[in-house]
């Protein structure tokens, strides 16, 4: 059995792929630091080398105008079999506070199990897991059950903002029957999940300034207007007594979930203490939100806003002044129907219509790109999940994602509409875009081994 | 004339004033900063350095348990003289955002008539000031016309949490019939000022944490709470639309201004436009504070709120992340008749009643003291009235200052209520507390020599 021995070849090569992986996270691929650019375009020669050795062909580096470098490999040889893409990407978020690791953000750590380090899990998980599969196939039975394109992206992290420029100069070569994205997760260590929606991303950098520079604040305190206040007024103008989002209209072109989504939803298994000490809230803090709407409703359904960045004077060395100016970053998370661009509209002209005392608002759009959802049926879901079923001895979880990954709905878009199955090496307790972000070591292999698995299902079940 | 040959001794020495006050400029004598404790007792000795070049006798440095040192000096040979305590600060705030200034804060910097750097008007001036106006009298005359003390605190900063102790230490040594502070200002470049009220300090540094480290906005947002967010709900929730101070209650125990005050503060000078230019108001930006009350009487006897300090993720480097913890530093500002207890016990209760979703709050009060105030009539006034007056060749405007000096209260109160005089060296463009502070020269020399003249119009006139 050609399949059994490609198994075996990912088990076989587990640890080389464990140090294929360290490697990768030891690059600061920080696609959203200017300073790391040149780091990120190493993290994409690196990534070339990887897909090389897998033994993919016409490996080569792609980049749309003034974008981080895209690697495309391929294998396709599989006359009359359906072609799959493979994707994931290269690029990471910033550390975060650095102090706050255990170790080294980009020295790679093994430890119980997992495998610390900035990109571990989200995505340089998935760019070796693409490697793996392709590379075990190979050594087994010397070729692919179906053909395999694979792309791997540079500047995920910051929201693909040439994607649609790479897609439409790019189109013929990456034309695909199905997209297999490496860049979710598991519904928990040992369980997998397939995720058939994601949120969108808008939002933006808001600035208020009422001074030339800093005022005393006893001098000028009740006169002078306080900048630092007037952000957080106008900040918390956009949220309800929930923290959900109260700018008015703002979810009016959400859509509505079907009575089998809400089903779906509500017999997951759910427990919310476990769901506490998972994302680590301390003792007696409670979950945020409607409490009306299910927690799973909420996070893929409903739309969120945070505030991710704060610019004012530090408490250090704070010396009893009126600050000139305060920013903050806001951060909205969308659900499928909604308009990014409307989104940032109604958040700029809600922000204007706040603001106090005439201070000067600078409201500076980020990346917005819309939410994305399908149907999790039909051949391709049901041959993923065959694979995961048998890759992980265990039933895959349907499940949303609150999570953004712009990619998935122009990419699959732009080949009419082909299904796309969103699979990763995350779980709860990875921490990814976090500090001390790890992989879970045994569940990648599983899902590598599952991803040989599917290359197969997907062979045999292709309608066409 | 003595008088006369004092004043052209403070002239003829300036050029050395100027420098005597640069060398105590560049020693960073910042008090709030542990890692800066040499450097104020640097600041220290160099001050009682000035203090024995002036010829001040038992000059020494006396240090309350943990203070920072207080340095002291006395010539007390004026037989059947009053006694007058003279009091400025050595210690200075820490410089701000270092890259604001255009030249390093604490090298000294002399352009076009003023001299920049930190604590060069607030208030190394003041100290340099009382120096020159002993040295200029015993030069011309060999002696004062009445008995001097020199007290020069070493915490002012950082609200002379030690003062009380020592005052009870040291009452003996520093008895005086009035009191002189060179720790206030000017009413503007040319036009001198007595300020007889300041307000109180009160405020604390509040954090509220949700979670043991941050987590995804896009996994996580609409379930678990945004410190952020929560923290400027918080926040906001303690302003009213105008920024004046929403807490219930909160300034129930202020005292209401007399008639008097309130002709005499309406009769002041007063050019909006002018004030905005002076604190650097960007075009369009208005005024704070309920527009039914003065200006003046809203600086100067109605308590304010700033957010003085603020610490979230800055924007720089956010990795779409909900933090675990967000923290503000909130400044009050009271006024007469106030309790800084009573202020900070309810700002506490306000902010645990509104924190949401149960969060982690930690509110650390910050030092708090009483505002000040008093008649600004009788012997001392008027002498100090006619000082200025023939100083400055300008009429002294009698005012209020927004402000903190808490030293003032308890030492007129620990005398019996002895006279005290607020002058000092800053103007409304000095940028005490922030970027480029500086002082107008011409000023400070007529600072001087008014501070001569004092001395011999209290001798003078004191009524016993």
């Not at 691929?29 to 897909?51: N, Q, Y």
């Amino acid at each position: 059995m050609e399949t059994t021995g490609a198994v075996e070849a990912v088990r076989r090569e587990f640890d080389g792929s464990i140090e294929v992986l360290e490697e990768l996270v030891r690059i600061p691929s920080i696609s959203a630091a200017p300073e790391h650019v040149d780091d990120v375009a190493r993290s994409a020669a690196a990534t070339a080398a990887v897909l090389e050795a897998a033994g993919l062909e016409h490996v080569c580096q792609l980049a749309a105008d003034g974008s981080h470098p895209y690697v495309v490999g391929e294998w396709t040889h599989a006359e009359g079999a359906p072609t799959v893409l493979l994707y994931a990407h290269h690029d990471v978020q910033p550390p975060g506070i650095v102090a706050n690791w255990a170790t080294e953000p980009f020295e790679p750590r093994r430890d119980a199990g997992r495998l610390y380090g900035r990109g571990s899990a989200d995505d340089k998980a998935g760019v070796v897991a693409h490697a793996g599969a392709v590379a075990a196939w190979l050594a087994a039975a010397g070729e692919l059950p179906c053909n395999v394109r694979v792309l791997v992206e540079g500047e995920e992290e910051i929201g693909s903002p040439n994607l649609e420029a790479f897609l439409t100069a790019h189109l013929d070569e990456l034309a695909a029957d199905v997209l297999v994205l490496a860049d979710a997760g598991n519904w928990k260590v040992g369980v997998p999940a397939l995720t058939y929606s994601l949120r969108g991303l808008a939002g933006a950098d808001v600035r208020v300034r009422a001074l030339d520079g800093p005022v005393h604040s006893g001098m000028a305190g009740g006169v002078v207007p306080d900048p630092a206040m007037a952000l957080a007024t106008m900040l918390a103008s956009l949220v309800d007594e929930h923290g959900d989002i109260a700018v008015p209209g703002f979810a009016d072109d959400a859509v509505s979930l079907t009575p089998e989504e809400r089903a779906r939803i509500a017999a997951l298994p759910g427990d919310a203490e476990r769901v506490k000490r998972s994302w680590g809230f301390r003792p007696g803090v409670g979950f945020a939100g409607d409490p009306g709407v299910s927690l799973w409703e909420r996070i893929w359904r409903r739309p969120s806003l945070t505030v991710t960045g704060f610019d004012s004077h530090p408490i250090k060395g704070s010396s009893n002044q009126i600050v000139a100016r305060a920013a903050a970053r806001i951060s909205v998370r969308l659900v499928p129907g909604q308009d990014p661009h409307r989104a940032n509209e109604l958040l700029r002209r809600h922000l204007e219509a706040v603001v106090p005392w005439g201070l000067e608002l600078e409201f500076r759009p980020l990346g917005a790109s819309p939410a994305w959802r399908c149907e999790p049926t039909g051949w391709a879901f049901e041959a993923a999940q065959r694979a995961l079923r048998a890759g992980f001895d265990a039933e895959p979880v349907l499940m949303g994602v609150g999570g953004s990954i712009p990619f998935v709905g122009p990419f699959a878009e732009a080949f009419g509409g082909i299904p796309a199955l969103l699979l990763g090496p995350a779980d709860p307790t990875s921490a990814i875009h976090g500090e001390n972000e790890s992989l879970h070591l045994d569940d990648w292999r599983k899902l590598i081994e599952s991803e040989v698995l599917l290359l197969a299902e997907l062979a045999a079940t292709h309608p066409s």
